[in-house]
């Protein structure tokens, strides 16, 4: 007996077959497989740049992922500048909230110009320009 049913490169415990058909969620046409077949093509066994496929036979095979659109490279670019800018953001919010009560040292002051001028160059990068030249952190 299975112990998984595969389908459509996703693995559904029959154990909870129920709870899949109650949501509506099972597979009709799956194929099974043993909890080895399982554990062989999870996700801490994958290989650098492939994902769990289907096969010709309907069983799991290692597929190729593929490449990114370039829509989706934008996309990706944009998250990484938000991650970048937020990261900024993080850095300088108490010596902007210093600056503003007039408390900051002259040493971070100088530390929020170098930051601030960090987040000029992360915004006036061209995202659809791959690839991306992310300007370096301030130390």
């Known amino acids: 007996m299975a112990d998984y049913i595969f389908h459509s490169g996703l693995f559904f415990p029959v154990a909870l077959k129920s709870d899949y058909q109650a949501s509506g969620d099972w597979p009709m046409d799956g194929v099974g497989v043993s909890a080895e077949i399982h554990e062989a093509f999870s996700s801490k066994n994958c ?5 769990c496929g289907t096969g ?5 095979a290692w597929s190729d992922i593929a ?9 990706q670019m944009e998250s ?9 953001q993080n850095v300088i919010s108490i010596w902007q909230t210093e600056l503003q009560l007039g408390l900051i040292s002259d040493k971070d002051k100088k530390s929020l ?13 061209d995202t659809s320009t791959i690839p991306v030249n992310w300007p370096e952190l301030p130390a």
């Open 47 to 51: 290989p650098e740049g492939r994902i």
């Open 113 to 125: 110009i170098v930051w601030i001028e960090y987040i000029q160059k992360v915004r006036a990068i």
């Open 56 to 60: 010709p036979d309907g069983m799991p």
């Open 80 to 88: 990484q500048r938000n991650a970048l800018l937020t990261q900024a």
């Open 67 to 75: 490449p990114l659109t370039g829509a989706e490279k934008v996309m």
